[in-house]
Every structure is written in structure tokens, then in C-alpha cells.
């Protein structure tokens, strides 16, 4: 680095952390011994007069004044509870409830509307929107885990927000809002952090914002950051034997009976470390008193090494992985722009932003090769996993994947509105996206023989291979109409249409030596039973091979595979599988406003996600599924206490609904409807040096008519499948939904007074969530085989955050404890493979002990 970089970094080496006063509720005049905000934007400028301005209904308005049920985490909270990350946050959101496999790997839920299993590349669209400040960052696979820095506030809407936000945002909404550059405003802060964690190792980081005015009508704002945290989960040891019974066909070589392996070489304490750096760039150039243009740039880069859950059947904290180059890489880069202006009396606003995110990984996936060869030996007497090399001779069977996703999304929106101090006024837009996944996902075996491995591609046991591309048009508007100054009727709509596609392959290979006629002669070579892969690619005929053997091809798909097994041949050409459609979505609300500091409303709204293609090849097309809220809520001021909450009823119908079917391939139908019922709640009180904040919600969420193993079976699901096979109920009516717990709050207490030339503060947090099921399905075979019986329950937990710091003049200092009591609370539970019964356990970061410096200038 440069003198000067060093020197401003020296200037600005520690950290501002807490300042007094939260962002749900504030005194309306600040202390005059109180620390001053290490940043002064519009935001948290109007907390100090104890209002919160949230844009959730794309205007900017007072909190309590939108008839939406919202919880706001602002800046001064933000910082407060230091929060830089996707779990920090969510523990303070009730209402919120997620998947996860590790960080950039999650799948979020709200009020209880989830089927477990989501997150698949090529699977269901999310039903929680993710928004980075006006540009929708939704995407498949993965929530992006922002980095949190320099943040106004995080806004988190319940319910269908489909009027005014779209397909992705069917059971709500979560928008980081970023500070923007400020005109005539020279500041900054740096932030420093050193942790240690439990059971693990050290972490920390480093933090900085400056916003410089570039002229009287242009100003720029940067962010950098870099963090790394610490691992906890120890790769410990293990060892296999396979053994191969049954290899007794003729095209085979014989071959020893067993295959030893450990993983000795590959044993390490504390593995699961996590580094992230990025920054954001931001310029406000007003082009006149009208007209302003916000130009944004920002880029994130994670990368993991080693994996984020713990082995069930070890001991706490303990994994057991094959490979001692496990990593996952995911990074993103947006750009963005932001216009606002006026035409009249009417504000104009255009949003559009274009964002990559490439990602790439190495696992291990010992457990589905363990899985597959216990099973394949039990029922057929041969060994699934017997794998060879050229020269015939055993080879270790163990597979392990690499590859990635490269997403690419561009989105427009073009709206118009009203001035707000009409008594009727309207907000109407348009919007465009267009999202694609180049998807890759390699299966390897080592040394694995050509006439094993994908056609053309040696070692490669199976092969995904595909191009998925989603495109969405929608018009929108809503009108609102003070009937009397008391009274607001509030309607909006939003007509929508979605276009989305998926061509490629996915699949073994298949053994052109090999004559299926053999099949129930000998056991067939690796691969020639498999559900999808070469044996089933597409001729020119529209036919798949397997059925067409005498014909050719089709040729075109995604380069870099042997043939396309997930396309459709129309009139001779080879077209992508498509789903499309269209339709209506509405919001209806009614306000009622007594007094300035009281406020009723009633919500009847619609949010829908789109239907979609199954890359298992004979699995037939999703359809789209919709959810109405019918919602009672209330926003209430009595002096320094805020209390808002909601009641709600909702229906799901056809709820779409993911697992793992034959060959451990996602698999995505309509299952029946469901309701959910439920209550969400938060209170804040603020007076002289004390805030509380507490938030609360209770869901009863569970299913309403039988959920059939056949897509279209009936209500009893007593009738054949499309091979002729009995059907049988996979989920009974009345089960709860997974993932979501029936009830889960949060509190924080904070406590700040002058002391010598600055303040001191002292604070504590709890949250706490209920257990829930891990998984929907209660018999996946038809025998009674339920997979909560070895996954179990999601355990409930309570952790016990605890801070205590000291703020003087542009310094700060804070130390903290997060999960006081090591608390050992469990994210995720799930398996890897359709047959897998090793569990693995998400768990929440152990307690971790750190250090927070700061200053500004």
C-alpha cells in the first residue's frame, strides 16, 4: 500500500460499534453527552426525532404510518448488536426462518410458508425476495449472504408482497438499504475486530467508509471490508472398507473382494474457516434540484474451506470427510443505477442493475458412494460401487463433485407516482428480468475406466450440465384514497407473465458395449439402470435413446456434454423444456388511523412463485403456486413504547414441494394446500440511557389434504402412478411444515450513562426458537420409511449475546460475547443423498469472545 492508504488507515484504525439508541425506537432529542452517529444520512437523522423511514411501499414513509406488517433494523442497531452477516441478522427476525448449508447456501422462509428441500440450482424459484436497496438480488440456489456495513437499515416484510415486488416475494420480502453518498459531507469511520471462538480458532476484521464531496451537487461514498472467521468443526478420523460380492459378469474382470480407505491424510482441527472482502462504490450526482443519479457498484468474494455441519454420529463439533481440498468460492459483483426525478408534481423513478455470481466448489461425497453400495449389495448381491480402471483393476470408489453455478440477473423497473399528500395518489410501474444459471456439477471417481464414465468425459461418473434461463414481465400499480382523514382504501395489482426454460444434460454415461437385453442376465455395468444420463438423451426423432438405439442424436444443446437429455425436438430441432404462463395478483388493504399515534389495518393479498421444469427426464413440468393473506394488524406510540403486530390467515395452495428422488436427483411437484395461522409481534421502549427491543412470532403452519407420492394422485392417494404402481400417502393432512418453529422471539436490553468525557453502555440479547421437523415427508417408500426418524427434529435453543463499551469523542471500544453460554443451536438437519441416513447438523457459531475498536472522523 501506498503512504498515504497507510496513513488514513492509521487515522481511522478502530471502530465505531454502539451508539445509544435503537433503530425501533428512540428518544426524541438525543442527550447531549450522547455519541454523536458514526454516520449522519437521512435515515438515521429522522430516528433522532424518533421517526424510522422505511421505502417498503417504494415511498419514502414514516414505519408506523405503512399499513405493512415491517421490522426495520436500523443503522445505530445495526451496530449495536454487530451484526455483519445473514444469520446475525435473522435472529432478530422472527418471522424469519431458513435452510442452510453453509454461508451463501441458504434457503429463507417467512411465516412458516416452507416444504423443506428447496435450493436446488435447477429447482423451485425462492418465496422470500432479496433485495440490495432498489434491485431485486433474489437468486436460485443460495440468498446472497451480504456483507453488512455501512448499512441504513434492513427492512423485513411479511406476507405476499407480489404487488409491488413479484414472483420471488410470495411469503415476503428482506431489502438491505445502503447509506448513500451525502453532498458537502466529508466523513468516514474504520472498524476493527478481533474474536476468538469456542472450540476454535481466531477471527477478525477490518472495516472502513469514507464519503468525500466531489463538487456541490456530486458526492462519492466507498466501502471496504474484510472479514475472516474462525472454524469450529474438526475433520476427524475414519476409515471404509467396501466389499464386492457378486462381481460375476462376464465383461468384468475379476477383482479383490474388498478396498480399504481412510482418511488419515486428511484429518484437521477447526477446518471450516471463512474469509470474505469486498467493498461498494456509490456516486449522487444531482443534476439539478430535481434530478438525481446514483450510480453503484458492489463486490463481494467468500471463500470456505471445509464444510459447516457436524456428523450426528460423532461426538459435538466432530465431521468425518475424505478430501483435504474441500472449498466452496462465491462471489458477486452488481452494478447498479438509480434515477429519480420529477415531471410535474409526479416523482419518476428507474431502477436497473445487472449482477454476476459465479461460484465453484470441491465436495466430498463419500457418504452417498457408502449409501448406494450398502444398498445395491443388500438387494441385488453385487456391489453399486465396483469401479475399474482401464487395465481392470480396482479402483478406490469414492466420488467427490466439483463445479459451480455462474448466475447472471438483469432487472429494470420503470415507476411513476403521485405526490403523497394527495388524497387520491398512485404508484404504477413496469418491470423486466431476466435471470440465468450456467449450471456444472462434475461426479469423479479417480481413474474411473472410460466405459464407466459419461460418454467422452473419463472419470466423470455423472455429469449436470445445463443452461437455465428465467425471464419475468410484470405491470403494477396501487392507488390509495383517503375515504376520510382517518380512512385509507388501499388496491393494487400485478399482472405478470413468466417464461422460463432449461436444456442440457444431466446423467451417466452409457457403455455402448453393453447390450440391455443382458438386463436381468447379469448385473448390468455402473450406471445402465440410471434414471437419467446418455440412455436417456433425446435421437432426432424426439425419442430417447434407450427406446431409439438405431438412430442418431440430436445435435445443438450446451456445449461441453455428450448429448441433451433435458430439451424437448420440435419439428426436427432440439428445443429448451419450457414453462410458461400468466396471470393476476392483488393486494386489498383498509386503514384506519384514529390519532397520529394509532393505527389499524386490514390486508387481503396474493403472492404467487412460477412453475418450473424437472431435469429428471420423465418427471413432468411444476405448476405455479399461490399463497393469500388475510391479515389484521396494528401500529401503536404511547409515549417512549412502540408496540406493532399482526394476526394473519393464510392459504397455500398446491404448494410446490421438493426431495430427492431416484439417483438422489431433485425432484419438484405440486402437493396439495396448506394454512398457516399465526401472530407476530414487537414492542421497544426508550427513555433516558435504557432501550429494550423485543420481537415475537408464533406459527402454526401444517398441511391440508394428503400429499401423494404420484403428482396427480387422488385425495387418497390410493391409485397408480404412471408405471402402473400403487400410490401411497407420502404426507398425511395435518402434518406441520417443516423448518419453521411454532414459536420464536427475541429480546435486547441496553443500558447506556455519561462517564468522565464520554458515554458507557452495557447490553444483552436473547433469542430463542422452538424445535421443528427437519423434513415434510413421513414415508417415502410406501413402507412406512420416514426420513424425521433418523434426521430428528430441529432442537429448540436460546442464546445470550452480552456487550459492554465506551464511546468518547470519535473513539470507540467494545467488548462482546455472542453465545454466552455455548449454546449449541441447530440450524439445519439433512442428508446428502435420496438413501443417505448419516445426518448431518448444521449448528449456530459457538461462543465467541471478541474485541470491537473504532473511530471516526
Same mark, same amino acid.
Given at each position: 500500500?501506498?503512504?498515504?492508504?497507510?496513513?488514513?488507515?492509521?487515522?481511522?484504525?478502530?471502530?465505531?460499534?454502539?451508539?445509544?439508541?435503537?433503530?425501533?425506537?428512540?428518544?426524541?432529542?438525543?442527550?447531549?453527552?450522547?455519541?454523536?452517529?458514526?454516520?449522519?444520512?437521512?435515515?438515521?437523522?429522522?430516528?433522532?426525532?424518533?421517526?424510522?423511514?422505511?421505502?417498503?411501499?417504494?415511498?419514502?414513509?414514516?414505519?408506523?404510518?405503512?399499513?405493512?406488517?415491517?421490522?426495520?433494523?436500523?443503522?445505530? #442497531?445495526?451496530?449495536?448488536?454487530?451484526?455483519?452477516?445473514?444469520?446475525?441478522?435473522?435472529? @432478530?427476525?422472527?418471522?424469519?426462518?431458513?435452510?442452510?448449508?453453509?454461508?451463501?447456501?441458504?434457503?429463507? !422462509?417467512?411465516?412458516?410458508?416452507?416444504?423443506?428441500?428447496?435450493?436446488?440450482?435447477?429447482?423451485?424459484?425462492?418465496?422470500?425476495?432479496?433485495?440490495?436497496?432498489?434491485?431485486?438480488?433474489?437468486?436460485?440456489?443460495?440468498?446472497?449472504?451480504?456483507?453488512?456495513?455501512?448499512?441504513?437499515?434492513?427492512?423485513?416484510?411479511?406476507?405476499?408482497?407480489?404487488?409491488?415486488?413479484?414472483?420471488?416475494?410470495?411469503?415476503?420480502?428482506?431489502?438491505?438499504?445502503?447509506?448513500?453518498?451525502?453532498?458537502?459531507?466529508?466523513?468516514?469511520?474504520?472498524?476493527?475486530?478481533?474474536?476468538?471462538?469456542?472450540?476454535?480458532?481466531?477471527?477478525?476484521?477490518?472495516?472502513?467508509?469514507?464519503?468525500?464531496?466531489?463538487?456541490?451537487?456530486?458526492?462519492?461514498?466507498?466501502?471496504?471490508?474484510?472479514?475472516?472467521?474462525?472454524?469450529?468443526?474438526?475433520?476427524?478420523?475414519?476409515? #471404509?472398507?467396501?466389499?464386492?460380492?457378486?462381481?460375476?459378469?462376464?465383461?468384468?474382470?475379476?477383482?479383490?473382494?474388498?478396498?480399504?480407505?481412510?482418511?488419515?491424510?486428511?484429518?484437521?482441527?477447526?477446518?471450516?474457516?471463512?474469509?470474505?472482502?469486498?467493498?461498494?462504490?456509490?456516486?449522487?450526482?444531482?443534476?439539478?434540484?430535481?434530478?438525481?443519479?446514483?450510480?453503484?457498484?458492489?463486490?463481494?468474494?467468500?471463500?470456505?474451506?471445509?464444510?459447516?455441519?457436524?456428523?450426528?454420529?460423532?461426538?459435538?463439533?466432530?465431521?468425518?470427510?475424505?478430501?483435504?481440498?474441500?472449498?466452496?468460492?462465491?462471489?458477486?459483483?452488481?452494478?447498479?443505477?438509480?434515477?429519480?426525478?420529477?415531471?410535474?408534481?409526479?416523482?419518476?423513478?428507474?431502477?436497473?442493475?445487472?449482477?454476476?455470481?459465479?461460484?465453484?466448489?470441491?465436495?466430498?461425497?463419500?457418504?452417498?458412494?457408502?449409501?448406494?453400495?450398502?444398498?445395491?449389495?443388500?438387494?441385488?448381491?453385487?456391489?453399486?460401487?465396483?469401479? %475399474?480402471?482401464?487395465?481392470?483393476?480396482?479402483?478406490?470408489?469414492?466420488?467427490?463433485?466439483?463445479?459451480?453455478?455462474?448466475?447472471?440477473?438483469?432487472?429494470?423497473?420503470?415507476?411513476?407516482?403521485?405526490?403523497?399528500?394527495?388524497?387520491?395518489?398512485?404508484?404504477?410501474?413496469?418491470?423486466?428480468?431476466?435471470?440465468?444459471?450456467?449450471?456444472? @456439477?462434475?461426479?469423479?471417481?479417480?481413474?474411473?475406466?472410460?466405459?464407466?464414465?459419461?460418454?467422452?468425459?473419463?472419470?466423470?461418473?455423472?455429469?449436470?450440465?445445463?443452461?437455465?434461463?428465467?425471464?419475468?414481465?410484470?405491470?403494477?400499480?396501487?392507488?390509495?384514497?383517503?375515504?376520510?382523514?382517518?380512512?385509507?382504501?388501499?388496491?393494487?395489482?400485478? %399482472?405478470?407473465?413468466?417464461?422460463?426454460?432449461?436444456?442440457?444434460?444431466?446423467?451417466?454415461?452409457?457403455?455402448?458395449?453393453?447390450?440391455?437385453?443382458?438386463?436381468?442376465?447379469?448385473?448390468?455395468?455402473?450406471?445402465?439402470?440410471?434414471?437419467?444420463?446418455?440412455?436417456?438423451?433425446?435421437?432426432?426423432?424426439?425419442?430417447?435413446?434407450?427406446?431409439?438405439?438405431?438412430?442418431?442424436?440430436?445435435?445443438?444443446?450446451?456445449?461441453?456434454?455428450?448429448?441433451?437429455?433435458?430439451?424437448?425436438?420440435?419439428?426436427?430441432?432440439?428445443?429448451?423444456?419450457?414453462?410458461?404462463?400468466?396471470?393476476?395478483?392483488?393486494?386489498?388493504?383498509?386503514?384506519?388511523?384514529?390519532?397520529?399515534?394509532?393505527?389499524?389495518?386490514?390486508?387481503?393479498?396474493?403472492?404467487?412463485?412460477?412453475?418450473?421444469?424437472?431435469? @429428471?427426464?420423465?418427471?413432468?413440468?411444476?405448476?405455479?403456486?399461490?399463497?393469500?393473506?388475510?391479515?389484521l394488524g396494528w401500529k401503536t406510540t404511547f409515549g417512549p413504547i412502540r408496540w406493532n403486530g399482526a394476526i394473519y390467515h393464510q392459504k397455500w395452495k398446491e404448494f410446490q414441494f421438493s426431495f430427492l428422488g431416484e439417483n438422489s436427483l431433485t425432484v419438484i411437484q405440486n402437493g396439495r394446500d396448506a394454512r398457516v395461522n399465526g401472530i407476530e409481534t414487537d414492542i421497544s421502549y426508550a427513555s433516558g440511557g435504557l432501550s429494550i427491543n423485543a420481537a415475537a412470532a408464533y406459527t402454526d403452519a401444517k398441511t391440508k389434504g394428503n400429499i401423494c407420492n404420484f403428482a396427480l394422485g387422488n385425495s387418497n392417494c390410493d391409485g397408480l402412478d404412471d408405471g402402473g404402481d400403487p400410490d401411497f400417502v407420502v404426507t398425511p393432512s395435518g402434518t406441520r411444515l417443516p423448518v419453521t418453529p411454532k414459536f420464536k422471539a427475541s429480546t435486547t436490553a441496553r443500558y447506556s450513562w455519561p462517564m468522565a468525557t464520554g458515554r458507557a453502555h452495557v447490553q444483552a440479547g436473547l433469542s430463542y426458537q422452538g424445535s421443528a421437523a427437519a423434513d415434510l415427508r413421513q414415508d417415502v417408500d410406501g413402507d412406512g420409511t420416514n426420513p424425521n426418524d433418523f434426521l430428528g427434529r430441529i432442537k429448540s435453543s436460546t442464546i445470550v449475546d452480552l456487550f459492554a463499551g465506551y464511546d468518547?469523542?470519535? !473513539?470507540?471500544?467494545?467488548?462482546?460475547?455472542?453465545?454466552? %453460554?455455548?449454546?449449541?443451536?441447530?440450524?439445519?438437519?439433512?442428508?446428502?443423498?435420496?438413501?443417505?441416513?448419516?445426518?448431518?447438523?448444521?449448528?449456530?457459531?459457538?461462543?465467541?469472545?471478541?474485541?470491537?475498536?473504532?473511530?471516526?472522523?
Amino acid at each position: 500500500m501506498t503512504d498515504r492508504t497507510i496513513r488514513a488507515l492509521t487515522l481511522s484504525l478502530l471502530a465505531t460499534t454502539a451508539l445509544a439508541e435503537p433503530a425501533f425506537a428512540q428518544d426524541t432529542t438525543t442527550p447531549p453527552t450522547e455519541a454523536a452517529p458514526a454516520t449522519t444520512t437521512a435515515a438515521p437523522a429522522d430516528e433522532d426525532n424518533n421517526v424510522i423511514i422505511v421505502t417498503a411501499t417504494k415511498r419514502e414513509e414514516n414505519l408506523q404510518d405503512v399499513p405493512v406488517s415491517i421490522q426495520a433494523i436500523g443503522t445505530r #442497531r445495526l451496530d449495536q448488536l454487530n451484526i455483519s452477516n445473514f444469520e446475525d441478522f435473522t435472529k @432478530q427476525l422472527p418471522s424469519v426462518s431458513f435452510q442452510t448449508a453453509q454461508p451463501g447456501f441458504t434457503t429463507v !422462509y417467512m411465516r412458516g410458508v416452507a416444504s423443506g428441500g428447496d435450493g436446488n440450482h435447477s429447482g423451485s424459484f425462492p418465496s422470500v425476495g432479496f433485495y440490495l436497496d432498489e434491485q431485486p438480488v433474489t437468486t436460485i440456489g443460495g440468498t446472497l449472504d451480504v456483507h453488512i456495513y455501512d448499512v441504513a437499515r434492513i427492512e423485513s416484510l411479511a406476507g405476499p408482497q407480489g404487488t409491488l415486488y413479484g414472483a420471488s416475494s410470495q411469503a415476503g420480502t428482506i431489502r438491505i438499504i445502503t447509506n448513500k453518498p451525502e453532498i458537502g459531507v466529508l466523513t468516514g469511520r474504520v472498524d476493527a475486530e478481533i474474536n476468538k471462538v469456542a472450540h476454535g480458532g481466531w477471527g477478525g476484521s477490518l472495516e472502513g467508509m469514507i464519503n468525500v464531496p466531489i463538487s456541490d451537487r456530486i458526492a462519492f461514498r466507498g466501502v471496504a471490508f474484510y472479514q475472516r472467521d474462525a472454524g469450529y468443526i474438526d475433520n476427524v478420523f475414519g476409515s #471404509r472398507t467396501y466389499t464386492y460380492t457378486g462381481v460375476n459378469h462376464p465383461e468384468w474382470p475379476s477383482a479383490p473382494r474388498t478396498f480399504d480407505v481412510d482418511n488419515e491424510f486428511a484429518l484437521e482441527n477447526n477446518f471450516n474457516d471463512l474469509r470474505t472482502y469486498g467493498g461498494r462504490a456509490a456516486l449522487k450526482i444531482d443534476l439539478d434540484d430535481n434530478w438525481t443519479v446514483t450510480p453503484t457498484i458492489m463486490h463481494q468474494n467468500m471463500k470456505a474451506h471445509g464444510v459447516f455441519y457436524m456428523d450426528a454420529a460423532q461426538d459435538d463439533l466432530e465431521v468425518v470427510r475424505f478430501r483435504d481440498d474441500e472449498i466452496s468460492k462465491d462471489k458477486f459483483t452488481q452494478a447498479a443505477l438509480t434515477i429519480e426525478g420529477k415531471i410535474g408534481n409526479f416523482d419518476i423513478t428507474y431502477a436497473g442493475a445487472y449482477m454476476t455470481r459465479p461460484t465453484y466448489g470441491v465436495t466430498d461425497y463419500t457418504d452417498y458412494t457408502d449409501a448406494y453400495d450398502a444398498a445395491y449389495e443388500g438387494l441385488l448381491d453385487y456391489a453399486y460401487s465396483a469401479f %475399474f480402471d482401464n487395465d481392470g483393476n480396482v479402483i478406490d470408489p469414492r466420488q467427490y463433485i466439483t463445479g459451480g453455478n455462474h448466475f447472471k440477473k438483469l432487472s429494470q423497473e420503470l415507476r411513476i407516482a403521485s405526490p403523497t399528500e394527495n388524497r387520491f395518489r398512485v404508484i404504477a410501474g413496469a418491470f423486466f428480468q431476466r435471470q440465468s444459471n450456467n449450471i456444472l @456439477q462434475e461426479y469423479r471417481v479417480d481413474g474411473l475406466a472410460d466405459e464407466l464414465s459419461v460418454n467422452g468425459y473419463p472419470t466423470l461418473l455423472w455429469l449436470t450440465k445445463q443452461k437455465r434461463v428465467d425471464k419475468d414481465y410484470a405491470v403494477f400499480g396501487e392507488a390509495s384514497f383517503d375515504l376520510t382523514p382517518q380512512i385509507t382504501l388501499t388496491a393494487g395489482g400485478r %399482472f405478470y407473465k413468466f417464461d422460463n426454460t432449461l436444456i442440457g444434460f444431466a446423467g451417466f454415461g452409457k457403455n455402448p458395449a453393453f447390450d440391455e437385453d443382458q438386463l436381468g442376465i447379469y448385473p448390468p455395468p455402473n450406471a445402465v439402470w440410471g434414471s437419467s444420463g446418455v440412455r436417456r438423451c433425446l435421437t432426432v426423432n424426439g425419442l430417447q435413446w434407450r427406446d431409439d438405439e438405431d438412430s442418431a442424436l440430436i445435435e445443438g444443446g450446451v456445449s461441453g456434454t455428450p448429448c441433451t437429455n433435458v430439451g424437448n425436438v420440435v419439428d426436427g430441432k432440439l428445443v429448451p423444456r419450457r414453462s410458461k404462463d400468466n396471470g393476476f395478483i392483488h393486494r386489498l388493504n383498509a386503514q384506519y388511523k384514529p390519532t397520529d399515534d394509532l393505527m389499524f389495518y386490514a390486508t387481503w393479498s396474493r403472492g404467487f412463485r412460477p412453475g418450473g421444469i424437472n431435469r @429428471q427426464p420423465n418427471s413432468p413440468a411444476y405448476d405455479p403456486d399461490f399463497l393469500t393473506n388475510y391479515e389484521l394488524g396494528w401500529k401503536t406510540t404511547f409515549g417512549p413504547i412502540r408496540w406493532n403486530g399482526a394476526i394473519y390467515h393464510q392459504k397455500w395452495k398446491e404448494f410446490q414441494f421438493s426431495f430427492l428422488g431416484e439417483n438422489s436427483l431433485t425432484v419438484i411437484q405440486n402437493g396439495r394446500d396448506a394454512r398457516v395461522n399465526g401472530i407476530e409481534t414487537d414492542i421497544s421502549y426508550a427513555s433516558g440511557g435504557l432501550s429494550i427491543n423485543a420481537a415475537a412470532a408464533y406459527t402454526d403452519a401444517k398441511t391440508k389434504g394428503n400429499i401423494c407420492n404420484f403428482a396427480l394422485g387422488n385425495s387418497n392417494c390410493d391409485g397408480l402412478d404412471d408405471g402402473g404402481d400403487p400410490d401411497f400417502v407420502v404426507t398425511p393432512s395435518g402434518t406441520r411444515l417443516p423448518v419453521t418453529p411454532k414459536f420464536k422471539a427475541s429480546t435486547t436490553a441496553r443500558y447506556s450513562w455519561p462517564m468522565a468525557t464520554g458515554r458507557a453502555h452495557v447490553q444483552a440479547g436473547l433469542s430463542y426458537q422452538g424445535s421443528a421437523a427437519a423434513d415434510l415427508r413421513q414415508d417415502v417408500d410406501g413402507d412406512g420409511t420416514n426420513p424425521n426418524d433418523f434426521l430428528g427434529r430441529i432442537k429448540s435453543s436460546t442464546i445470550v449475546d452480552l456487550f459492554a463499551g465506551y464511546d468518547w469523542r470519535k !473513539y470507540n471500544v467494545q467488548l462482546f460475547v455472542t453465545n454466552l %453460554f455455548d449454546e449449541r443451536n441447530e440450524l439445519s438437519r439433512f442428508v446428502v443423498c435420496s438413501i443417505c441416513t448419516q445426518t448431518k447438523i448444521v449448528p449456530g457459531r459457538p461462543r465467541t469472545i471478541g474485541l470491537r475498536l473504532g473511530a471516526k472522523f
